[in-house]
């Protein structure tokens, strides 16, 4: 994670939860970005997770952003040590994208939508449907949200297949 000035700039595995005029970015690829706002208080974050769970009970040691899983208990946590409930935010989801041209062999990876499903449960665990989704489909995302006004802004750039792929 790299913050300069009010933006905050999450990589793989990032989280960020705060208050105030920050801008939390991410850029996505098969990875999965949830963002959760408090339009009361004016607070929220991101979590940038890059696979489902690292396949054990989670709580067996220090929790990890890369994974879907803990990155929603992370998130929990920050939400209460806030003093707020998961139910009085609003949340989206963003990402889980093949990176690879849409009829191309490569495009039938099970990354993106096993990161889709985990996503999902993560918001469900929490007592959450995302009012937003922007998922799926091939190429990169660039996800900004906004903290002061809980807007987010996609840009998507869809990857064009290539002539004579299979």
Not at 124 to 149: F, I, K, M, N, Y
Not at 150 to 159: D, S
Request: a positive charge; one cysteine or more; hydrophobic letters at 35%.
């Amino acid at each position: 994670m790299r913050r300069r000035g009010r933006d905050v700039h999450l990589g793989p595995g990032d989280l960020w939860f705060g208050a105030g005029g920050h801008r939390v970015h991410t850029l996505l690829g098969s990875c999965v970005a949830i963002t959760v706002w408090h339009p009361g208080r004016r607070l929220g974050g991101m979590c940038h997770f890059v696979v489902p769970s690292r396949g054990g009970p989670v709580g067996g040691g220090p929790l990890n952003g890369w994974y879907g899983d803990e990155a929603a208990c992370i998130l929990r946590t920050r939400m209460h040590e806030a003093g707020t409930e998961p139910g009085q935010y609003a949340a989206e989801i963003f990402g889980a994208g093949s990176q690879f041209a849409m009829d191309s062999l490569a495009s039938r990876s099970e990354v993106p939508q096993r990161n889709y499903e985990a996503g999902l449960g993560a918001l469900r665990w929490l007592g959450l449907v995302p009012r937003v989704e922007h998922t799926g489909g091939s190429g990169p995302r660039q996800v900004t949200l906004d903290l002061a006004s809980g807007e987010v802004v996609v840009r998507h750039t869809p990857l064009l297949a290539q002539a004579g792929s299979r």
